[in-house]
């Protein structure tokens, strides 16, 4: 019999338009309890209460409105401390602790590792959950089979070296909590432009797309496998890109591979 986790994790969907996950972080010891981007805090609050716990921390992950829009209310209600990037508190407002890479948030015995994580916005946190399982809280830099856009305040190169340098290098049995649930769509665009890809045309046919809130929780070694963003030197997506971007080369780099694609998904 495997010992109990420590760490509790609760997904919400909020069934909004924007389609977004919430999830509540708890120490199964203390009760205590962190909302990760909690925009729908009604649904996060009486989650909560379902399961016992008391939110005393609320971690916003970038400074986007649909992630930090619920905060005021949920901090009324719970007297709850917001926590965010640094250098994204004064944009977000109301922030109480402001984080930069290694920091470390405490939740009762539960810990999170502070990620920087720039690209979908310059200012980024992912936050790591070690322990038996490890967990990744990745707002909109990683998406289950997709990558976060850089329309509003993000660089593409940086998304490129965060997915490279930070994102591929953690260990194969993370746990992927994104921000919003695109599976679907994501990966459509892994087979348009994988479409030898078995991992991502099993994964697909195996959802249920009118029921978002049954999507699966991947890892990051099944994102390896199905997410296009980490798959830059696959003969199949390199030659198709060379289909789409004539000037490409026969050989192009990884960075070149990973823009192409980000420009592609942009219109796609």
Known sequence: MEPAEDML????????????FHYLIACAHTGEALAV??????????AARRRG???????????????????????????AKVLAHSAAARSIGGVDRGLREGDVIPIG????????????????????????????????????????NCHNGGDPGQLYRTFTTRLAQLADDTRVFPGHEYLVRNLQFTLDREPDNAA???????????????????????????????????????????QEFPDLGRRPDARTVFLKLRELRNRW
Request: negative net charge; proline residues 5%.
């Open 9 to 20: 994790i609760e997904r919400i969907w909020s069934g909004n338009t924007y389609r977004n």
């Open 37 to 46: 981007d909690p925009l729908e805090w009604r649904l996060c609050l009486a």
């Open 53 to 79: 716990w008391s939110i005393t921390q609320i971690l916003n992950t970038h400074e986007h409105w649909d992630h930090i829009g619920g905060n005021a209310a949920l901090v009324a209600a719970t007297g």
């Open 109 to 148: 015995r539960v810990e999170l590792e502070c990620l920087d994580t720039p690209g979908h916005t310059l200012a980024h946190i992912c936050a790591l959950g070690h322990g038996g399982r490890p967990a990744l809280f990745c707002g909109d830099t990683l998406f289950n089979a997709g990558a976060g």
């Open 200 to 242: 991502a045309r099993d994964l697909l046919d195996s959802l249920h797309p009118d029921d978002p809130a049954a999507a699966p929780v991947t890892t990051l070694g099944e994102e390896k496998r199905i997410n296009t963003f980490f798959r830059l030197t696959s003969p199949t997506v390199i030659e198709r890109l060379r």
